[in-house]
């Protein structure tokens, strides 16, 4: 583990080398089984009441249906706010291509030109997971197995974990904590340790 500012992060950001690989996964953390969906930030709840009209079409009926009667976020049992699911599974902004292929109808809306809102931030730093404690934020790999893809893939092509996913660190985290995450991986890689 690394400290950084007020995170501590997995040596894991460092080591994997990853790039999504959608045609063999085909969006499956999107439609993940469990109780919940994407956990939320709590500003993230107001957004997503806003760009729901925009994706209101995008929605399966069984989306529209959950969200009439839950609404887009709901507290889980240890007091995060999250997404709800239908039946057990899809995000109710979960959207699928023609090939079966899961996508996020707020992120299809965004690259559309409909939405500043781009989605929820835990969506879009994926597969990395960010766990808020009272002193500091522990940044971490969600590993499981069907991101092998994507292992095998980022592997083949030589880019980290934290080069893949760039954008959505330096939103959350901001440009000057990337540059120090960026200077820790370069002294690691002296050092032969990644």
Same mark, same amino acid.
């Given at each position: 583990?690394?400290?950084?500012?007020?995170?501590?992060?997995?040596?894991?950001?460092? !080591?994997?080398?990853?790039?999504?690989?959608?045609?063999?996964?085909? *969006?499956?953390?999107?439609?993940?089984?469990?109780?919940? *969906?994407?956990?939320?930030?709590?500003?993230?709840?107001?957004?997503?009441?806003?760009?729901?009209? +925009?994706?209101?079409?995008?929605?399966?009926?069984?989306?529209?249906? +959950?969200?009439? !009667?839950?609404? +887009?976020? #709901?507290?889980? =049992?240890?007091?995060?706010?999250?997404?709800?699911?239908?039946?057990?599974?899809?995000?109710?902004?979960? %959207? /699928?291509?023609?090939?079966?292929?899961?996508?996020?109808?707020?992120?299809?809306?965004?690259?559309?030109?409909?939405?500043? #809102?781009?989605?929820?931030?835990?969506?879009?730093? /994926?597969?990395?997971?960010?766990?808020?404690?009272?002193?500091?934020? =522990?940044?971490?790999?969600?590993?499981?197995?069907? %991101?092998?893809?994507?292992?095998?893939? *980022?592997?083949?092509? *030589? +880019?980290?974990?934290?080069?893949?996913?760039?954008?959505?660190?330096?939103?959350? #985290?901001?440009?000057?904590?990337?540059?120090?995450?960026?200077?820790?991986?370069?002294?690691?890689?002296?050092?032969?340790?990644?």
């Amino acid at each position: 583990m690394i400290q950084i500012g007020d995170t501590i992060v997995s040596f894991d950001i460092f !080591e994997k080398e990853f790039i999504c690989d959608l045609k063999h996964c085909l *969006g499956a953390c999107c439609n993940e089984e469990g109780d919940s *969906g994407a956990p939320l930030e709590e500003e993230e709840i107001e957004l997503l009441k806003e760009v729901l009209p +925009v994706v209101w079409d995008d929605l399966t009926p069984q989306a529209k249906q +959950v969200i009439e !009667e839950k609404g +887009v976020a #709901f507290q889980d =049992a240890d007091g995060e706010w999250v997404t709800p699911v239908v039946n057990g599974r899809d995000c109710i902004f979960t %959207c /699928y291509g023609e090939n079966g292929t899961c996508f996020c109808a707020i992120e299809k809306a965004y690259r559309d030109g409909k939405t500043t #809102f781009y989605k929820p931030i835990s969506c879009y730093l /994926y597969p990395i997971r960010c766990k808020k404690y009272p002193t500091f934020t =522990a940044v971490n790999y969600h590993k499981w197995g069907i %991101c092998k893809a994507a292992e095998l893939l *980022g592997k083949k092509e *030589g +880019v980290r974990l934290y080069q893949f996913l760039k954008e959505p660190l330096i939103k959350k #985290f901001g440009e000057e904590w990337y540059k120090e995450l960026v200077l820790v991986a370069d002294e690691l890689k002296k050092a032969g340790e990644i």
